[in-house]
């Protein structure tokens, strides 16, 4: 039998009852409505309540979407704003060249590299078995040793050659950044932070050259390493603008700038390689994570060696300086530098040969090319 067609006075009065808890049975034998109709209108009640709650869920879904987008909106428009101020920057900038003082006896230029520094990682000496260690502190120590290493090589160099110029190449993951994700819950700082320290030590380490030698010029070329990235993946276009490397290299030329240094002069990146012009030989700077190596007995020479071939049908260069690989390696037109942080768990992890922390340095001569080739060591096990 068909329920009967209620009123609306009646449906209120049912939903009320409703509302006090009471069952079905209680509010038709109170209303004497059939339980069929109380039945239709407490199925009508839940419908609207899930409804409701539905909209609301979907409302709130919708709130916090539009959080994220505004939040991501937010991001993009400070990486592009990065990124302008380094690609504006960067026009500021004229190649450098380096040329011989004709009759000048035994000159020289010295070359130091800067890289592979992961400022603000952490080494546990148990985890890599005693070892290395590695902390804020020790790198601001092995920095300084370095400093102090170099003006003491150029001051023995200067007995036999003429030196007024220095190349110091900054090669790139001066930072380690959060580039996997185990590095955000072991970093000593975040990359802001980092990029605030890295700069003092920079800005220092230059001014010390510059003071400690009486140098007459201080070539700074720089290039972006793949851990100072805050994109997921290293860009192959505007890689520089997405780097926090990128944005550290437009604060140190800006703070020479406002100096008015004449002495120090910064090259920021304009892509992966940047090229100084030494006593008429083209020399390449890069990082070196895109040298593929997959830990091969044969070491990165081999790889190395093809990206050099297939990198001069480019451009041509007469000498190479790379970094990335933590291993300090000469080869007859490359150099490779060490690295401050030396031997990490990650080391571990991929079972890379043990290389003590160390930068490299060497002399650039006009007749024989590159010269004096020592590795500043750091550090030793254990150390």
Known sequence: MPTPKMSDNTIALIKRELATGATNRQVARKLKVAMGSVSNVRRDLNNGILKSKQATRRASMAEQQYAEAMKEVGSLRRELDAFTEVRDYMKLFRPVEVKPKHG????????????????EETVDAEAVNGVNEYNVDIAKKRFKDGLQATASIIDMCRSKSHIDTLIVN?????????????????????????????LEQVVMGLEFFQKELKLKRIIVPCVCGNHGRWTNKRWAKKGPGMSFEGVLYTFVAKWFLAQKNKVVQIIPPKGDMTFIDVYDRKVRITHGDNIRYSGGVGGVHIPLRKAIDAWNTVIWADYNYVGHYHQDITGEDYRMSGSLIGYNEYCVKIKARYSPPSQAFELLHPKYGATARFPIVLGTRGI
């Open 170 to 198: 900054v090669m790139g993951d001066l930072m380690t950044g959060y580039i996997r994700d185990e590095l955000m819950a072991t970093n000593a700082m975040t990359p802001g932070e980092a990029v605030h320290e890295v």
């Open 104 to 119: 000048g006896k035994g000159e020289a230029t010295a070359v130091i590299c800067w890289n592979d520094w992961h400022f």
